[in-house]
């Protein structure tokens, strides 16, 4: 790919392989409704309880059950058909989302807090099958190009998601954005379901005597004794160490720059330029400096700065319009972090280990996205404003981003076993 066909790649990937096309549309559909959903429930807890706690409880209970069953869930995805485990969990989240519907006062805070946990779980089969699945689908010579795209459209759906989400939630009210994830999730289980592929880990035999517990110590094993690959796993936690700062979008909504509906507009608009960020990351960079695999391993930890600034930035303006810039430069650099790490681990980890690898990067992911939400949540209850909060997740990107640089940036990269 040369540096100035990033658009054509695109749209030749897109034409020419119909099974990533249709897991395209999926992600699409499925990742509007998720937004949708998301804003409603955001908007809904602070608006019932006044509590930023009460909001950091439900981010905690978003991302703490992933961390959890993650391991697990990636000895199954490692055991069964992963098409068919995405397709189960589109259905089942489906179902969970519909009994929101029954939310009527602050008495329901518990309903919303099981929905929400039992929802992130499928999520951890779903989101490690669908990183897992990719390689199967896409040659080794596209899988940047597919991760980009697939990060570029997250971010585009975010941005237009969530601003939808907003103008429903503050226009319609909640109930109509629960209506519409349901209806999102029973599309992209069709589509999905639509997929021919065939997936040679279920075919091959398992060590006698072999157990869950033994091939997740398998994984783990792996993961700590190959090289570079332990970085690549903990590059997405460690940038959410500052994942605090989401909860920060709902207070900036309500508290400093209020739109609509309890603040419902602007926190859509803040989910957008996060949106709007994570899209242009992946494509800059692969404009300006291509795709080698130095590209990539020195493209995470530049991420980290982007956001560093990003946030410094958005902790201390009084402009709106500042604010979402900031927003979009900050996740700009997160998008960079993301695709580029989930590409490295697509290329080197071998294919009946990916579904552990994956299961178990994202378990350590939402472990410290659930932390950092609610003790952001916490301090900002014990009266902490939500600028210096804002300034604090911005200086913890500084740490992890210097020592992904010091150990990626300046080593030959290894030969993937794409390339070997």
């Known amino acids: 790919m040369t540096r100035t066909s990033v658009p054509a790649a695109y749209l030749h990937l897109l034409r020419q392989n119909g099974r990533f096309r249709r897991l395209w549309y999926g992600q699409i559909v499925s990742q509007l409704g998720d937004w949708l ?6 908007t809904i807890v602070l608006a019932l309880t006044g509590s930023s706690t009460a909001l950091g409880l439900l981010l905690l209970t978003e991302f703490l059950p992933p961390a959890i069953i993650g391991p697990f869930a990636g000895v199954v995805l490692d055991r069964l058909p992963r098409k068919l485990l995405m397709v189960l969990a589109d259905l089942g989240r489906a179902a969970l989302v519909l009994t929101l519907l029954l939310v009527q006062g602050p008495e329901d805070l518990w309903l919303i807090y099981t929905v929400s946990a039992l929802k992130v779980s499928l999520n951890a089969f779903f989101e490690p099958a669908r990183a897992a699945i990719l390689p199967d689908i896409v040659a080794p010579s596209d899988l940047v190009t597919a991760n980009a795209l697939s990060g570029a459209t997250w971010s585009v759906v975010l941005a237009f998601g969530a601003a939808l989400g907003g103008l429903i939630t503050g226009v319609l009210g909640a109930q109509a954005a629960f209506i519409a994830d349901a209806a999102s999730y029973l599309l992209s289980a069709w589509l999905i379901a639509g997929i021919a ?17 033994g091939e ?41 720059f209020p739109l609509g509906r309890d603040g419902a507009i602007t926190i859509g608009l803040f989910y957008a330029a996060r949106g709007v960020g994570a899209a242009v990351g992946p494509i800059v960079v692969q404009q300006v400096w291509g795709t080698s695999r130095t590209v990539l391993r020195r493209g995470i930890g530049l991420g980290y700065y982007l956001s560093l600034v990003g946030y410094v930035i958005f902790s201390g303006t009084g402009s709106l319009p500042i604010a979402l810039l900031a927003v979009v430069l900050a996740h700009t650099g997160g998008s960079i972090n993301w695709v580029f790490s989930s590409t490295l681990l697509q290329l080197d980890v071998p294919e009946q280990l990916r579904g552990r690898v994956f299961a ?37 990107f500084a740490l992890p981003g210097t020592l992904l640089t010091l150990l990626l940036w300046g080593r030959t990269a290894p030969t993937s076993r794409a390339e070997a």
């Open 37 to 42: 959903d998301s804003i409603a429930l955001y």
């Open 360 to 396: 178990i990067e994202y378990a350590v992911l939402m472990l410290v996205v659930a932390l950092s939400s609610y003790c952001t949540g916490v301090a900002s209850d014990a009266g902490a404003t939500p600028r210096e909060l804002a300034l604090v997740l911005a200086l913890l």
């Open 216 to 256: 997740l110590r398998e994984g783990l094993r792996y993961i700590r004794h190959t090289p570079d690959i332990v970085w690549y796993v903990l590059a997405k936690a460690l940038w959410n160490l500052s994942a605090g700062v989401l909860l920060l979008f709902t207070l900036y909504g309500q508290q400093i």
């Open 197 to 213: 592929i065939s997936e040679a880990h279920t075919t091959r035999p398992r060590t006698s005597g072999s157990t869950g517990i």
